[in-house]
């Protein structure tokens, strides 16, 4: 393996600029690499970073410069909590464009979560960083992030992703947070289309939504053109049948038509949980979208689809990337560390080399250098 090797994805983070000043031992492209593979490999901090880098200090030196050996963990630390995630996440979306050809025309769920750990003090939780992310659940794949501070400033997190996306032709699903106008209008002027939830945060929409919705289903949708859609799953000793209804019918919500860009269509799903041997529960959620026409197959698929992201996205980054134990806290380290395990999982996600999961992989990397470096180049 030699420099050229890593190309095909380190090429586009040559750009990144390095926040230190001068008397720089450690170059930063040596400090991108050693970290991008000790994380795929199941690194869970700088120690781990540092300790992963001296066991592999002879195949790192085949194509690194290493002119200062390996960085200690508070080299690693001070630089990606200085590094510019701006400028890191510009690079990160250009190389996510290059394997999986942009977002356009596809479902990008878009939702935030708290890195329950990475605040700086334990009496002071303010600082504990929240990130929003845009997932493609057809191809598993990370889109986006940007970090906020705290979960209420999430809309404006939402508005600056979506100004990242490629929106032409996509489908964008968000959660009852981002039901919002100025949202809507935002997918809308960028030429995509929205599925946004709705709940009590439009109380005035919600509460006309639901009347019309619900007394559709009491009645059948009599006279009014719809679509219906159902599906039932069963695992874990759970059965669950999900329908879904929706119609283009959207006058019959009055004055608060004219109030969302693009509306053309609203839409409700129906689950249906029942355990074996316990109770049986019914949720019903309500949506607004400027998806035209009635097809309730499309419409049903793309709202499970959003729950995607918290299913592959949310789940692997706890469950096999230990996201939410990280004590990652100092400057933007927190907000660096989990894109860098949003790169490693895309690119664990995107190969099917093997048939293992996520943290089967992680192994897998570690202990076969070739494997490794077919997730770098490939």
């Given amino acids: 393996m030699d420099g050229q090797a890593t190309a095909s994805l380190l090429r586009f983070f040559r750009d990144i600029a390095d926040p230190r000043g001068r008397n720089i031992i450690h170059k930063l492209h040596d400090i ?30 085949r194509f690194l410069d290493l002119p200062g050996g390996i960085p200690s963990h508070d080299t690693f630390g001070r630089v990606f909590a200085r590094l510019q995630p701006d400028a890191f996440e ?14 356009g025309g596809k479902l990008l769920a878009i939702d935030g979560k708290s890195i329950r750990r990475s605040f700086e003090h334990g009496w002071d939780k303010s600082g504990m960083a929240h990130l929003v992310s845009a997932f493609v659940s057809e191809n598993q794949m990370v889109f986006s992030q940007t970090a906020v501070e705290g979960k209420d400033n999430e809309i404006a997190a939402i508005s600056r992703l979506l ?31 929205y599925i946004l939830a709705v709940k009590e945060n439009q109380p005035a929409l919600h509460a006309k939504l639901k009347a019309l919705l619900d007394e559709a289903i009491l009645e059948d949708f009599a006279g009014m053109p719809h679509g219906y859609f159902e599906q039932t799953d069963g695992d874990h000793g759970r059965v669950e049948l999900r329908r879904a209804w929706v119609t283009d019918q959207v006058q019959h919500l009055g004055g608060l038509t004219q109030q969302w860009p693009g509306l053309a269509s609203v839409g409700v799903v129906e689950s249906q949980r029942q355990v074996i041997g316990g109770k049986a529960s019914t949720e019903r959620r309500y949506f607004i979208s400027s998806v035209p026409g009635t097809d309730a197959q499309r419409f049903g698929q793309s709202v499970r689809g959003h729950w995607s992201i918290e299913n592959q996205l949310h789940w692997s980054l706890d469950m096999s990337f230990r996201e939410d134990e990280r004590r990652v806290r100092k400057g933007y380290g927190a907000e660096n560390y989990s894109r860098l395990c949003r790169l490693a999982l895309n690119l ?31």
């Fill in 32 to 61: 991108l690499v050693i970290a991008i593979c000790a994380v795929i490999c199941g690194a869970d901090g700088w120690v781990e970073v540092e300790e992963f880098g001296q066991s592999k200090l002879s195949w790192f030196k």
């Fill in 90 to 103: 510009k690079c990160f979306m250009a190389w996510i464009s290059a394997v999986a050809g942009g977002s």
């Fill in 163 to 193: 100004n990242m996306l490629d929106l032409s032709d996509a489908t964008v699903s968000i959660d009852a947070i981002g039901c919002q106008r100025a949202i809507a209008r935002q997918i809308a002027e960028g030429q995509g289309q």
């Fill in 348 to 378: 664990l996600k995107r190969d099917k080399s093997v048939k293992i999961g996520v943290h089967g992989k992680r192994l897998k990397a570690g202990w076969d250098e070739h494997y490794l470096l077919r997730l770098l180049t490939t």
